[in-house]
């Protein structure tokens, strides 16, 4: 069974510009959360979907962060226009039914210059 | 709301040597409690978790952790350590009702001496 996977592992974009990040999660997993680290910073929660539906996005920065889900499968995080201090460690995690496991995918490195 | 504190941003310890990782929480009511291990240029892996039950719970590669209620703590601990456990470990908690997103402390980075 394959994992949580993410894409691109890494990206290197300029101030101001638009980034994309891809989430696929584990096939028939309802849940999909996404996370982000900043440099020596903890891991924290940025929103949770159940299926197409977000269930709680009280961890979004602002209004440049837009995640979608459509059709309850896959998942993007748009960073529009992205500043400086959303430079990190994007991570994407799945989990069948909502008290389950999270399982997280290898993360994507976004540096904003 | 919850918050968790892992002393120590790195720890070293010599192979053979017993690993301790510290782990703190606060939280209104007991919640569920995780270490996740993220070795180099991978993701998050699950190592083990506390949610109901036995509080001492035995995880992958040799590692466990026991639920100490009175002191908010869930420590990691192995006998033995292993050139391969360098990585960085994360704790984290989640409530047992309500909102299931983790809550992480800031990560302690294990370096194994030989």
């Known amino acids: 069974e394959a994992g949580v996977t993410q894409f691109p592992s890494h990206s290197v974009i300029e101030k101001g510009q638009t980034v994309t990040l891809r989430c696929d999660p584990i096939s028939g997993h309802d849940n999909l959360y996404w996370y982000r680290r900043v440099m020596g910073k903890e891991i924290k929660f940025l929103l949770h979907?159940?299926?197409?539906?977000?269930?709680?996005e009280s961890g979004m920065p602002n209004n440049r962060f837009l995640a979608e889900r459509t059709g309850g499968t896959y998942s993007t995080l748009k960073v529009q226009p992205a500043e400086l201090e959303d430079s990190g460690v994007y991570f994407c995690?799945?989990?069948?039914?909502?008290?389950?496991?999270?399982?997280f995918g290898p993360g994507t490195r976004l540096t904003v210059l | 709301a919850q918050s968790v504190t892992q002393l120590g941003s790195h720890v070293s310890v010599s192979e053979g040597a017993l690993v301790l990782l510290r782990c703190n929480y606060s939280?209104?009511?007991?919640?569920?409690l995780f270490w996740y291990v993220q070795y180099p240029n991978q993701g998050l892996q699950l190592l083990l978790k506390y949610t109901t039950g036995a509080t001492l719970v035995k995880g992958i590669n040799g590692f466990e952790a026991e639920f100490k209620k009175s002191e908010t703590s869930f420590h990691l601990t192995k006998p033995s350590a292993h050139m391969s456990d360098a990585a960085e470990y994360f704790c984290a908690v989640r409530r047992v009702q309500g909102a299931q997103k983790l809550v992480f402390g800031q990560g302690t980075r294990l370096t194994i001496n030989p």
């Open positions: 939280s209104s009511v007991p919640p569920y």
């Open positions: 979907f159940v299926k197409e539906s977000k269930q709680d």
């Open positions: 995690a799945s989990s069948q039914d909502l008290r389950d496991t999270q399982y």
